[in-house]
């Protein structure tokens, strides 16, 4: 299944007054969970669907542990977790001030592993063999606010597969 673009013009215009377009991607069905990933991993396994949400629990809540404990997790062929601490607008002007009071937002940041085939160059592992096709439907410019009401990120749209 590819994935589906579409044009979106930019809100702010270039130095030259022009407002440029863009490609965006576009969101079909509903957001797979956990449950759905499961039965699907099921599917390729001797596992139950049942066992293999317990095991997605239990990474979910190991992978919790260690980050917070100031490890990075690195589950090989997907890619890297770490976490990363903002301190928006909240410098110190001395080393020794520096404290979590400082501290606006706190995120896990994932990167894509990524391997190096020779004839190729660099290649990230969730990305490898990527296929585009247009966006054929509504695009979400109708609805443009993204905030999970049928906007451009809520993984709620139609499928246009069938």
Known sequence: MPLFYYARQSQLATKAG????????????????TQSLAESIAEKSSLTPGDVQNVIRNLMSTMR????NSRTVRLNGLGTFTMKARTR???????????????????????PEYTRPAAIGTTRALIQGVEFEKWKG????????????GGPDSGEE?????
């Open 138 to 149: 509504a695009t979400a410019d109708d609805n443009s606010s993204g905030n999970g009401n």
């Open 65 to 68: 542990m260690h980050l917070l």
């Open 158 to 162: 139609e499928n246009p597969l069938g």
């Open 89 to 111: 607008g909240k410098g110190t002007e001395k080393a020794e001030d520096v404290n979590p009071n400082q501290v606006t937002a706190l995120r896990c940041q994932f990167t």
């Open 18 to 33: 022009i407002k440029t377009w863009h490609l965006s991607l576009k969101k079909v069905g509903k957001a797979v969970d």
